[in-house]
């Protein structure tokens, strides 16, 4: 079965640098070897006709001064644009921007990458800053307004909560802490109304949605009733949650695959490798239960 991996990192060597440079990625997350090479083997070993290349987290914000992020993002994505004009039947990329608290050069990065390298949607990370600052975010209110004019396809990927500590040493953050970082931050742009407010945008949910299917229709029943209320009722937010597009990096078996695709809408569950982050013993074993999945309809 011929795929579209929706779910799939590059390691340019300007990131790769400056994740070395910072003592690594902050999630505890190794940084796993990445080249073009490595990206067409595994493209052929689980049948993958075209990757669309992303950055994964921290990503360029991995810089803490606002122009050199920018910088990075913009080397980042002429990185990627590289890639997909000397292959374009077998590659795309989402673009990366800087912190979405540098509002001017996110919006000029965005444009750049759209307008002039072709980027085929966007990056955008669960949370940005020092706090719990999640996509519905006030300060994000002109990016979400920028994405919604162009009706651009966004590709939310984790990244490392506030708190940095791990449960323990052997639970990276990526392992475990992910998918509940994704819950969050979709959860924040449907209470925060800014799913409605900006509409048009395509989004990508990681990971099957991460906690999201899970725990969605337990927040539903109870955002209506409580005193500040919600202005909507719980069918109101199941139907905008379901507006949602999952890809499934990491989450193609069991309970997980199964809550997803009782919840999502036809049409609305993208494959996913996680390459080159996962690793290979994963990739292969979850795609191998994509590729048995007898309900291909929905996907």
């Given at each position: 079965m011929s795929k579209i991996d929706f779910h799939h990192h590059f390691y340019p060597r300007e990131m790769q640098e400056a994740l070395?440079?910072?003592?690594?990625?902050?999630?505890?997350?190794?940084?796993?070897?990445?080249?073009?090479?490595l990206d067409r083997t595994i493209c052929e070993d689980i049948g993958v006709s075209k990757a669309v290349l992303s950055v994964t987290a921290p990503g360029p914000v991995i810089?803490?001064?606002?122009?050199?992020?920018?910088?990075?993002?913009?080397?980042?994505?002429?990185?990627?644009?590289?890639?997909?004009?000397?292959?374009?039947?077998?590659?795309?990329?989402?673009?990366?921007?800087?912190?979405?608290?540098?509002?001017?050069?996110?919006?000029?990065?965005?444009?750049?990458?759209?307008?002039?390298?072709?980027a085929d949607g966007v990056t955008l990370f669960t949370r940005y800053g020092e706090g719990n600052n999640y996509l519905g975010h006030?300060?994000?209110?002109?990016?979400?307004?920028?994405?919604?004019?162009?009706?651009?396809?966004?590709?939310?990927?984790?990244?490392?909560p506030?708190?940095?500590?791990?449960?323990?040493?052997?639970?990276?953050?990526?392992?475990?802490?992910?998918?509940?970082?994704?819950?969050?931050?979709?959860?924040?742009?449907?209470?925060?109304?800014?799913?409605?407010?900006?509409?048009?945008?395509?989004?990508?949910?990681?990971?099957?949605?991460?906690?999201?299917?899970?725990?969605?229709?337990?927040?539903?029943?109870?955002?209506?009733?409580?005193p500040h209320g919600c202005g909507r009722t719980r069918e109101e937010l199941l139907e905008e949650a379901r507006e949602f597009y999952f890809d499934t990096a990491l989450s193609s078996g069991g309970p997980t695959f199964k809550a997803l695709t009782e919840f999502a809408k036809p049409g609305h569950i993208l494959f996913g490798s996680d390459f080159p982050n996962a690793p290979r013993s994963a990739i292969i074993s979850f795609t191998a239960l994509f590729d048995k999945y007898e309900g291909k309809e929905k996907i």
């Open positions: 070395e440079e910072a003592g690594g990625d902050p999630s505890g997350w190794y940084i796993p070897p990445w080249t073009l090479e810089k803490k001064d606002y122009a050199a992020a920018a910088q990075l993002a913009r080397q980042c994505n002429e990185a990627a644009a590289t890639i997909k004009r000397a292959y374009p039947q077998s590659y795309g990329f989402f673009a990366s921007v800087p912190s979405l608290f540098d509002t001017e050069r996110a919006i000029e990065e965005l444009s750049y990458a759209l307008d002039k390298l072709h006030d300060s994000f209110e002109p990016i979400w307004a920028e994405l919604s004019r162009r009706k651009t396809l966004v590709f939310i990927h984790p990244t490392h506030q708190d940095t500590g791990l449960i323990n040493s052997l639970l990276p953050q990526p392992m475990f802490d992910y998918p509940h970082e994704t819950g969050r931050t979709a959860m924040d742009l449907i209470t925060s109304g800014r799913l409605r407010q900006y509409p048009g945008c395509r989004i990508i949910l990681s990971h099957a949605g991460g906690t999201l299917p899970y725990l969605i229709h337990r927040a539903a029943a109870m955002l209506p009733c409580m």
